[in-house]
């Protein structure tokens, strides 16, 4: 059994949990939003890391996205879900992540954290979770932007980090 803690939209705790079954992010109450967290992957040669969703997830199933991550569980903060769900989805571990952007969703009752983190690791030791990804893959900046602007993109999740895509799209230096 998997419980999130439950936010107000200001983003304070609640004091309320929700338990996890598919699909029950939306029967959280109104106004009540658990705490998700996405990971955009840099390696230090430049490249991003995407994986392919499982086919039978019940959000976005056998699409490609530009992160790892997901819900934070009962008393994480964002920083130990997004290390925790990092290290589950890939294998990989990060100490240092630097805030995208804190958005809300009030249709998928979710409270977003999205981070970039820049890691110095074998790209072949990509450890896949079951029942969550299928595939990865290494991508450069143009195979970044193709995935971008393709139909298997989740466009709610790069909207996510639209001013980081856009400031690398104009060729704006990117602090690693």
């Known amino acids: 059994m998997e419980l999130w803690d439950l936010y107000d939209r200001d983003g304070r705790a609640t004091g309320e949990t929700w338990e996890r079954t598919p ?5 959280i109450p109104e106004g ?3 705490m998700v967290c996405d990971i955009l992957v840099r390696h230090v040669d430049g490249t991003f890391l995407l994986t392919k969703r499982h086919p039978e997830k019940d959000v976005y199933p056998g699409y490609w996205e530009a992160s790892a991550g997901g819900s934070a569980v009962t ?3 964002s920083i130990m879900a997004a290390k925790r769900e990092l290290f589950e989805e890939t294998g990989i571990r990060a100490e240092e992540f630097r805030l995208i952007s804190h958005t809300f969703s009030d249709k998928s009752h979710s409270m977003f954290y999205s981070y970039l983190t820049i890691v110095d690791c074998a790209k072949d030791s990509i450890v896949l979770q079951e029942g969550e990804t299928t595939e990865y893959k290494w991508v450069d900046l143009e195979g970044l932007f193709e995935y971008l602007d393709s139909d298997l993109a989740i466009k ?3 909207n996510r980090y639209a001013s980081y895509f856009e400031a690398l ?3 704006v230096s990117i602090e690693k």
């Open 23 to 27: 699909g029950s992010f939306r029967r």
């Open 32 to 34: 009540r939003y658990h």
């Open 75 to 77: 008393g994480e903060d």
């Open 156 to 158: 709610t999740h790069n």
């Open 169 to 171: 799209r104009g060729s």
